[in-house]
């Protein structure tokens, strides 16, 4: 085994610490949850998707490879959008249509009136470390797409079977990522792998994405506590 296969093995053995074994996220999937418990997760979780293009573009500014800017920026577009209205109104934009289905409104979402502190101080925390911390450790921090995929295919199957009070339009969002978290982490682990070659670059990449195992995982409690 190459060190390079070590690294991305140490990696992936991360997705026993992803929040998708969380309690509340089980629930979900079991489709136990309450209309007002989704809507809490919705509205809360959304403090996390509109911080994901900051974060992005904080990596970007500190970036000093060209190739890795040209193809990381367009997380950016997804998720801001290129257009106001239509499929190219971005991950952001999806977000609000699926609290809308669920019987929020813009307003209550964009102003973070539901958010609890627990949550935006681990979306605040993420932010930070994308910006303080060496750039290569902020792309390592990224890798829980890694993991995404199953994850969102559980929960698409799981709101179009037990949540059908939400309209299915509302799910785009939980489709666009089955594509586009593949895309994104088989980068972000290629720039990984590439950049950590010494056992402490290593260990930082590992130390970085077991904190935003942690930032996952911090979010959750915070919404689990406000809405069991």
Known sequence: MTTSDALAERLRAHAAQYHSAHPFHVRMNDGTLTPDQIRGWVANRFAYQEAIPVKDAAILSRCPDVAVRRRWIRRITDHDGTAEDGPDSGGIEAWLRLG?????????????????????????????????????????????????????????????????????????????????????????????????????????????????????????????????
């Open 100 to 228: 809308e289905a669920c019987g929020l409104t813009r307003g209550e979402i964009t102003d973070h009136r539901h958010v609890q502190p627990g949550v935006r101080f681990a979306v605040d925390a993420y932010v930070t470390f994308a910006r303080t911390k060496p750039w290569v450790e902020a792309v390592a921090s990224s890798l829980t797409e890694l993991f995404a995929p199953d994850l969102m295919a559980e929960r698409l199957a799981a709101f179009e079977k037990y949540y059908t009070w939400i309209d299915p339009a509302g799910l785009q969002y939980f489709r666009n990522r089955l594509f586009q978290a593949p895309r994104d982490s088989e980068h972000a682990l290629e720039v990984v792998l590439a950049h950590c070659r010494t056992p402490q670059e290593q260990d930082a990449a590992e130390a970085a994405l077991s904190f935003k195992c942690d930032v996952l995982w911090a979010v959750m409690d915070a919404i689990d506590h406000a809405y069991a």
